[in-house]
């Protein structure tokens, strides 16, 4: 019986090895101008991102 | 830690330091809530109580779907433990000094006398001004000189109605296009515009250099005119709709955002959304309105319930409307669950007063164009760069283990601390939070999450 499903996610803790380049957007500035949150931006790093 | 939810048919787990998500049924739902208070044969015990027997579980499915959560816990996706905090400062640090984004206050002055713009009519508290090609060209310079090995250089051509100062956009554009092979970089541009003055030769522009468009458009023609009016009193709903859709036919499927605002005469706003969609715009965004306390438009306490409910109510059509092969975007539930932003990114905060500032039409610098016109916060100028050393380090210093609130919120690593320029306006000071925006974001997370849950689930190519 399949009590869990583990969605495909990426690994923060892996993350923390190659992440850092600071190449994504930097602030809300580019969309909504008044809130700003990190879950909907994109990583840069197409190298490291796996 | 551990956040679960149940919603959209759905029980979710958010494993919060690993970033894992799980979908779970109730045993396991149960088995995770209590798993760390209490030992394995008294949940055990407790769990086969509640059922054993029901839908056919036996004693053997409660104590393997115990054993799927050590193994989770085992393999790190469970009950992972906070280790980023000495972190926290590192991202900021390591680029102390490089900037890669600029908000250009290309014009401060407007063609509509909105009354709940937080730029006060596109003034900033001071006075009516554009930006001259030689401030705006500097700026360019000064993004380029400042900029380090970062390649991506993003500029946003705002206001007040960036589109009043046109000829000085294309000409700082047509300058950054010449510049940026020889320099490395590549510049993104971003428009905000009221769309007023939206023609065919600023479709064109826009759609060959803007990377986004963002749109201003509040959905219901009743609700957008409340506001969204010129200085004889007129709403502009009926002169931008057939600009906008126009430019966002020509655009081709470029990135653009229909931003509406909603504030308390419209905390039913799914309606607005639905409007925008009845219009043909599917790249959708609505943000709560960002106001003085006491101003007519804020949000209120009675506000709140009916705005989450709406939030709900959003995701469950957005899932609809995906399966009738309609979908739209709504830029709050963007989430990317394999390829978001990295933990650096998540624990660091906004780039507002480090890596991203505001250039007003004289060159001054500030944090970000919320800050604009609060002249304790200007950071310095183009000219002679940052000079208010002091005000930057409070900004570098802002991250989400600087927040004592934010310290045991599920969400930290989703919105990582917020917004310094909501936080400070809500409690004088850029560390606080604005727990009302808390409230809004924590619900717009379990939504986006619930959404890419179904997707995979039910659509897992």
């Known amino acids: 019986m399949k009590h869990i499903q583990t969605l495909e996610t990426r690994n923060l803790c892996d993350s923390a090895k190659n992440g850092g380049c600071g190449e994504c957007q930097t602030s809300c500035q580019s969309a909504c101008k008044t809130s700003c949150g990190i879950a909907n931006q994109q990583c840069e790093n197409t190298t490291e991102n796996k | ?461």
């Open chain 2, 1 to 461: 830690m551990i956040h679960q939810y149940k919603l959209g048919g759905l029980n979710i787990v958010l494993d919060i330091c690993s970033g894992s998500v799980h979908v779970v049924d109730e045993v396991a739902y149960d088995i995770i809530a209590e798993f760390e208070q209490k030992s394995r044969e008294e949940l055990l015990a407790e769990i086969k109580i509640r059922y054993v027997g029901k839908d056919g579980i036996t004693e053997e499915d409660v104590e393997e779907c115990y054993d799927q959560v050590v193994s989770l816990k085992k393999s790190n996706k469970l009950f992972t433990p906070d280790t980023f905090a000495p972190m926290a400062g590192e991202l900021k640090q390591k680029t102390g000094g490089v900037i890669k984004a600029l908000c250009l206050h290309v014009a401060h002055t407007c063609n509509l006398n909105c009354s709940y713009c937080f730029a006060s009519q596109g003034k900033y508290h001071g006075e009516r001004a554009v930006m001259s090609f030689e401030v705006g060209k500097r700026a360019l310079d000064f993004l380029i000189e400042n900029s380090g090995t970062r390649r991506n250089l993003e500029v946003d051509f705002f206001g007040g109605e960036p589109l009043m100062n046109f000829d000085v956009v294309k000409e700082l554009v047509a300058y950054a296009r010449r510049v940026e092979k020889e320099k490395g970089k590549i510049f993104r541009f971003t428009l905000t515009t009221n769309g007023l003055q939206i023609n065919d030769d600023v479709i064109e522009f826009a759609n060959r250099e803007m990377s986004n468009v963002v749109l201003s458009l509040d959905g219901r023609k009743e609700i957008h005119d409340r506001y969204r009016v010129d200085y004889a009193g007129n709403g502009s709903w009926e002169r931008i709709v057939p600009k906008f859709q126009k430019l966002v036919e020509a655009r081709g499927g470029k990135n653009y955002y229909m931003r509406g605002t909603f504030t308390h005469a419209n905390p039913d706003f799914l309606k607005d959304i639905q409007t925008m969609l009845d219009l043909g715009f599917t790249e959708l965004s609505m943000e709560p309105v960002v106001c003085a306390a006491g101003d007519p438009s804020e949000l209120t306490a009675d506000d709140l319930p009916i705005v989450l409910e709406q939030y709900e109510k959003l995701a469950e059509l957005m899932i609809q409307r995906r399966r009738e092969g309609r979908p739209f975007t709504f830029y709050h539930y963007m989430i990317d669950l394999s390829g978001g932003p990295c933990i650096y990114k998540r624990i660091s905060g906004c780039g507002s007063g480090t890596e991203y500032m505001a250039v007003t039409p004289w060159g001054d610098l500030y944090p970000c164009h919320q800050f604009v016109g609060e002249e304790k916060f200007c950071l310095g100028n183009i000219w002679d760069g940052v000079t208010n050393t002091a005000t930057q380090k409070d900004f570098a210093s802002c991250n989400v283990y600087a927040r004592p609130d934010c310290a045991d919120c599920w969400a930290k690593l989703y919105c990582s601390g917020g917004c310094a320029a909501n936080a400070y306006h809500a409690t004088g000071s850029v560390r606080g939070v604005y727990e009302y925006g808390c409230k809004l974001f924590r619900k717009r997370m379990e939504c986006a999450i619930m959404v890419a849950a179904s997707e995979r689930l039910n659509d897992p190519s």
